[in-house]
């Protein structure tokens, strides 16, 4: 399947800027399921000056805000082409070694709920993909998704005690779970076409656990599904932070405000549909 991308995220500040950096991670790779046929990248008050590979080998680029600039825009188009795998995405890879993804992080640190939730999953623990797949359905469960209860920083023990968030949500509790089982596990930020509405999520996210034998398999807990060819992997980390598609400051801007259109579709670009996301002042959510 190959499908087309038009994303478009405004910063809008409240005072002219007197210096700002952002760090982006809008590009994807060509890797296991999807192909990257094209991607181009166009700023509006702010100018690259580096692009590298992070850590995780994310596409990572650096840009500068112009002085005196009062808004920042950038737009990103391509296309993809996808295969289903059936969410496995294969072996590692990167410069990260695996047991850097059993790390706690403070967005997934386990407390009493997570332990909990883990200790409810009735799944023989020595099926390490069954056990996923349950526990995945749990959380589905116990976190009911619905945007704007949580933010960018709600951890996964808040995620659980409010009983409500959206997928990032559902990322960082599973992943918070999978790791007290000593289960490698990431966080994956990127684009899913819903074909089955006009509104599609922006900035979607999920999770993926190192099995063995199969490598990393992704989970999306909010859709009860594995990731297939529908979902365009983007960045990972071991949870948003790392991953988040741009993160930055820029300093004297006073209040800032966030907007993100984007369309994903398996039409031509001028064909899409478009949306607005919900967004917070340093990055946009997803869900």
């Not at 797949?133 to 209860?149: K, R």
């Not at 709600?154 to 409010?162: G, I, V, Y």
């Not at 909010?222 to 060819?229: F, G, I, L, Q, T």
């Amino acid at each position: 399947m190959n499908l087309n991308v038009s994303h478009t995220t405004r910063y809008t500040f409240a005072e002219p800027v007197v210096h700002g950096l952002q760090r982006l991670r809008l590009k994807p790779k060509s890797t296991h399921g999807q192909q990257v046929l094209e991607w181009h990248m166009d700023f509006t008050g702010a100018e690259p000056q580096a692009a590298y590979e992070d850590q995780h080998n994310n596409h990572t680029t650096l840009v500068t805000i112009e002085p005196g600039v009062s808004e920042v825009v950038v737009t990103c188009r391509g296309s993809v082409s996808t295969v289903d795998r059936a969410g496995v995405t294969g072996q590692h890879s990167g410069h990260m070694p695996l047991w850097c993804f059993l790390r706690p992080t403070p967005l997934t640190r386990a407390g009493n709920r997570v332990r909990a939730l883990v200790a409810a999953v009735e799944h023989d623990r020595a099926d390490t993909l069954g056990f996923l797949h349950a526990l995945s359905g749990l959380i589905a469960e116990q976190v009911v998704y619905e945007p704007g209860v949580t933010d960018v920083t709600t951890t996964a023990e808040q995620a659980l005690a409010a009983g409500k968030g959206v997928c990032q949500d559902h990322a960082h509790v599973f992943i918070s779970a999978g790791r007290l089982l000593d289960i490698p596990m990431r966080y994956v930020g990127g684009y899913l076409w819903m074909e089955d509405r006009v509104e599609q999520e922006a900035g979607h996210g999920w999770a993926e656990a190192h099995i063995p034998g199969l490598g990393w398999v992704g989970f999306d807990i909010s859709n009860k599904v594995c990731p297939d060819e529908r979902y365009i992997r983007v960045a990972t980390g071991c949870d948003y932070g790392e991953a988040a598609p741009i993160t930055g400051m820029a300093m004297g801007a006073g209040e800032t405000s966030l907007t993100v259109d984007l369309s994903v579709s398996d039409k031509v670009l001028g064909g899409q549909q478009q949306q607005q996301s919900e967004g917070s002042q340093s990055q946009a959510q997803g869900g």
